[in-house]
C-alpha cells in the first residue's frame, strides 16, 4: 500500500508561507525572519559549500536563525554598527564582540525566546582594518539545550506596538569565537591568512533587505484589500439615516463620503498589487543577473524598492485608518479586525528602513539622473526613469475628450515628478554655488527631495496600472477594473494637485475635471463593489474581523463575540464586593449618617 502523501512539505517555500498564514495568523510567528530574510541571505550572500551545508537544514527547520542586524543605537546609519568581529588568523575564527550598550542588537525579530542561529551584521577587521558592516551567520544557542552558548547575552525586548506574536530580541556578545567560514563569503572574502577580498558591488549584502523591501509593497497591497474588504462588507450591512426623506433608512455604502473614504483604498490596493509583481520579478531578476556576474541593475532595483516600500507602507497606514473610521463606534472594536491589521500594517513604515530614509535613498538616484539630463546626456533605455528625460507637453491635456489609456493623466504625473527632480537638482546645485557643501545642502533640500521620490514613484504606480489593466482581455472584467483605475488616477491627481497648480501646469477648472470623473467612478464601482471584494476570496479567517464577515451576519455575531469575553464569565466580577462594590457600599452609609 502507498503511503498517504505527508501533508505539509516544509522545504517547499511556498507550502510552508501558505500553512505558516493560515494557521499562525497574519502577526508574525517564530519562523517569519528565518524564511523572509536568514534563508535570503543564505541564498544570496553564502558560498556554494556554504549553500550546501546550511540551505538544506534551513529549510528542512534543522535550526531557526534569524537577522540581526540594528543595535540600541543605530538602525538607519549601517556604518555606525558597533559590534566588531575581529579576525585572528592563528586560530582562524571570528571574534564577536559588543563593545557598548549602544552595541547591543536589538529588534530582530524571534532573536528573543525561538532563534538558535542568526546572521549578524558586524564591522569586519582584519589585518588592523575596518572594512565596513558584513554578515556572519553565527550560533547563539545550544542545539539541545537551546540555552545561549558561552558569552552570548540574549533575550526578548518585551510588548510591542503590534506583532507581539514575534518574539523580537537583543543580543550582546562578549569576545565569542566563530570560524573564519562563518562568515557569509559569496561576495566579500577572508582569506586563511586574513587577506580581505571585497565583493564586487559593496551593497550585496544588503540583498536581504532589498527582497523584503521588495515582498513588502505586495504586503501593503494584501492589507489594504482586507480592510477595504471589511469597511465595504460592513457598509453594506449597515443602516444609518435617510438619503431622501421618507424613504427609508439607507445602507451607509450609498453615502459618496463612504465611497469616497473606502473605493480609493480598494483602488490602491489594486495597484499596490500590480506594483508588488513587478518589482518582485525585478528583484528575481536582479539577482539572477547578479549570480551571472552582472551587476548593473543593482541601483535602480535599490531605489525603486525604497521608494516604492516608502509610498506604499505610508499610505497603506492612512488607508487602514480610512478604513476604520467608515465603519464607526464598531471600528473601534477589536471585532472589526482593525486593531489587528492597523498595528501589524504600520511596522513596516519603520521596519526595513524608516520610510524618509528610504524616499531619500530613492531621491539619491534620481538626483543623479538630473545631473545627466542638466549635462545634455540621452535616457539609457530604462522603463523605468527614462521619461525624466524627456520633455512632456507644456500644459496639461486631463480633460480633453480623448484621453486614449490615460496618456494625458500619466503626462501630468510625469511632469510633476520631472520638475520636482529637476528643481531641486538646481536647487542643490544653487546651495553649493552658495557655499554649503554637500551634505548641507542635501538637508536643506530633503522635504523636496522626499516629494521628487514620491511623484515619480507615483508615475511608477499610476504607469504599472494602466499598463497591467490594457492587458486583461476579458471584457467583463476589464470594465471593472477600469472602474478601479480611473478612481485610482483622478484620485491621485487631485492628491498631488498643488503640485501640479504650483507652475500653472493644471489648471483650477481640470482640477474640477479631475474630482467630476472621481465621483463619476464611484458611482460606477458602487453597485460591484460588493462583489469586487467578494472576488478576492479572503477567508473569513484571515480576515480576523466580525464586521466583515463574508455572509454578512454582523450584529448576531457582534453579540455573541462580546459575550465570550472574559469578562463576561460571571456577571459579577470576583472581586466586585473587595473593591468598587465595597466603595459604593461605604458611600451608601455614610450618606445615611
Ligand atoms: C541605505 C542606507 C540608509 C544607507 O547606506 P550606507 O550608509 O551604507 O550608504 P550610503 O548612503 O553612503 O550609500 C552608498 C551607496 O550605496 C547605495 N545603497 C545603499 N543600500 C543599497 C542596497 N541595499 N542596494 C544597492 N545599493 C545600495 C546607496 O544608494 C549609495 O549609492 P550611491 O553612492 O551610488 O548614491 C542603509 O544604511 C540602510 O539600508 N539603512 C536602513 C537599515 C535597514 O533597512 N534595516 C533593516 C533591518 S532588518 C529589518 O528591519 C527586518 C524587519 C523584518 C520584519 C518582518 C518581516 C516580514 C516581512 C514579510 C514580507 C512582506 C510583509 C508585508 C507586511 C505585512 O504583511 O504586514
Ligand atoms: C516591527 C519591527 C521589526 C524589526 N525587525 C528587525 C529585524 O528583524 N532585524 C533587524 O536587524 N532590525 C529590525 N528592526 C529594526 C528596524 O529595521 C529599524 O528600527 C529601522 O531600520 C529604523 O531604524 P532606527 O530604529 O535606527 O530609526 P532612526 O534612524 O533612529 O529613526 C528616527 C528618526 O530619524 C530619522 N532619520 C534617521 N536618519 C536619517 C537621515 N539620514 N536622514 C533623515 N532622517 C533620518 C528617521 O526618518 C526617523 O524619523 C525592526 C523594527 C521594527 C519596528
Redesign the pocket.
Known amino acids: 500500500m502507498e503511503h498517504a502523501p505527508k501533508a505539509i512539505d516544509v522545504t517547499n517555500d511556498v507550502e510552508m508561507r501558505t500553512f505558516n498564514f493560515f494557521t499562525m495568523g497574519i502577526d508574525g510567528h517564530p519562523l517569519g525572519?528565518h524564511l523572509d530574510?536568514a534563508i535570503p541571505t543564505i541564498l544570496n550572500n553564502a558560498d556554494e559549500e556554504q549553500q550546501k551545508d546550511w540551505l538544506p537544514k534551513a529549510a528542512n527547520r534543522e535550526f531557526i536563525a534569524?537577522?540581526?542586524?540594528?543595535e540600541m543605537g543605530?538602525?538607519?546609519?549601517l556604518k555606525k554598527l558597533e559590534t566588531t568581529a575581529t579576525y585572528d588568523p592563528k586560530t582562524q575564527e571570528f571574534v564577536l564582540n559588543s563593545p557598548t550598550i549602544t552595541s547591543t542588537k536589538w529588534?530582530?525579530?524571534n532573536l528573543g525566546k525561538s532563534s538558535n542561529y542568526a546572521v549578524v551584521m558586524a564591522q569586519l577587521y582584519t589585518q588592523g582594518k575596518c572594512h565596513g558592516a558584513h554578515p556572519f551567520f553565527v550560533q547563539l544557542r545550544d542545539l539541545n539545550t537551546h540555552k545561549p552558548l558561552k558569552g552570548i547575552t540574549v533575550g526578548d525586548i518585551g510588548p510591542?506596538f503590534g506583532?507581539n506574536t514575534v518574539d523580537?530580541g537583543f543580543l550582546q556578545f562578549d569576545h565569542v569565537r566563530t570560524p573564519r567560514r562563518s562568515m557569509f563569503m559569496k561576495h566579500a572574502k577572508v582569506l586563511p591568512d586574513g587577506r580581505y577580498v571585497p565583493p564586487v558591488h559593496d551593497k550585496l549584502n544588503y540583498s536581504a533587505m532589498v527582497f523584503i523591501r521588495a515582498a513588502i509593497v505586495s504586503g501593503m497591497a494584501y492589507h489594504l484589500l482586507v480592510t477595504s474588504t471589511i469597511a465595504v462588507r460592513y457598509s453594506a450591512i449597515r443602516r444609518q439615516g435617510e438619503i431622501t426623506p421618507g424613504a427609508g433608512e439607507v445602507k451607509v455604502l450609498d453615502y459618496q463620503t463612504q465611497q469616497h473614504r473606502i473605493f480609493p483604498q480598494l483602488a490602491r490596493g489594486l495597484a499596490f498589487r500590480l506594483s508588488g509583481q513587478y518589482i518582485m520579478k525585478l528583484y528575481t531578476q536582479t539577482m539572477d543577473d547578479i549570480r551571472n556576474g552582472d551587476i548593473s541593475a543593482v541601483p535602480d532595483l535599490h531605489a525603486l524598492s525604497c521608494g516604492l516600500k516608502a509610498v506604499t507602507t505610508h499610505h497603506a497606514a492612512l488607508g487602514l485608518e480610512q478604513c476604520r473610521m467608515a465603519c464607526g463606534g464598531h471600528g473601534y472594536s477589536q471585532a472589526s479586525g482593525f486593531p489587528l491589521h492597523y498595528s501589524v500594517a504600520v511596522?513596516a513604515c519603520?521596519?526595513?528602513?524608516?520610510n524618509?530614509?528610504m524616499l531619500?535613498q530613492t531621491a539619491r538616484h534620481l538626483m543623479k539622473i538630473a545631473k545627466a539630463i542638466r549635462a545634455g546626456q540621452s535616457p539609457k533605455s530604462n522603463k523605468i526613469v527614462d521619461y525624466l528625460f524627456h520633455k512632456g507637453p507644456p500644459k496639461c491635456l486631463i480633460d480633453q475628450a480623448y484621453d486614449t489609456n490615460y496618456r494625458n493623466v500619466l503626462e501630468s504625473f510625469e511632469h510633476l515628478a520631472r520638475r520636482q527632480t529637476l528643481e531641486v537638482y538646481d536647487k542643490l546645485v544653487q546651495l553649493q554655488q552658495q557655499g554649503r557643501n554637500y551634505e548641507q545642502a542635501w538637508n536643506d533640500c530633503?522635504v523636496e527631495l522626499c516629494k521628487a521620490t514620491r511623484a515619480h514613484v507615483r508615475t511608477f504606480l499610476a504607469r504599472t496600472f494602466v499598463e497591467e489593466i490594457d492587458k486583461i482581455s476579458d471584457l467583463s472584467i476589464k470594465s471593472v477594473l477600469q472602474d478601479l483605475l480611473q478612481l485610482y488616477l483622478y484620485y491621485e491627481v487631485t492628491e498631488c494637485a498643488t503640485g501640479l497648480l504650483e507652475d500653472g501646469f493644471m489648471t483650477g477648472q481640470q482640477h474640477k475635471y479631475a474630482k467630476k470623473k472621481i465621483y463619476e467612478a464611484l458611482e460606477k464601482i458602487r453597485p460591484n463593489a460588493v462583489s469586487i471584494v467578494d472576488s478576492f476570496d479572503f477567508q473569513d479567517r484571515e480576515l480576523h474581523s466580525v464586521l466583515g464577515r463574508r455572509d454578512g451576519n454582523v450584529y448576531e455575531n457582534l453579540l455573541k463575540w462580546a459575550q465570550s469575553s472574559p469578562l463576561n464569565k460571571t456577571d459579577v466580577l470576583p472581586f466586585h464586593h473587595k473593591y468598587l462594590g465595597k466603595m459604593m457600599e461605604e458611600a451608601r452609609q455614610r450618606s445615611k449618617i
Open positions: 525572519l530574510m534569524t537577522y540581526a542586524q540594528t543605530h538602525g538607519t546609519n529588534w530582530p525579530g510591542k506583532m523580537n511596522g519603520t521596519y526595513e528602513g524608516e524618509m530614509v531619500l530633503a
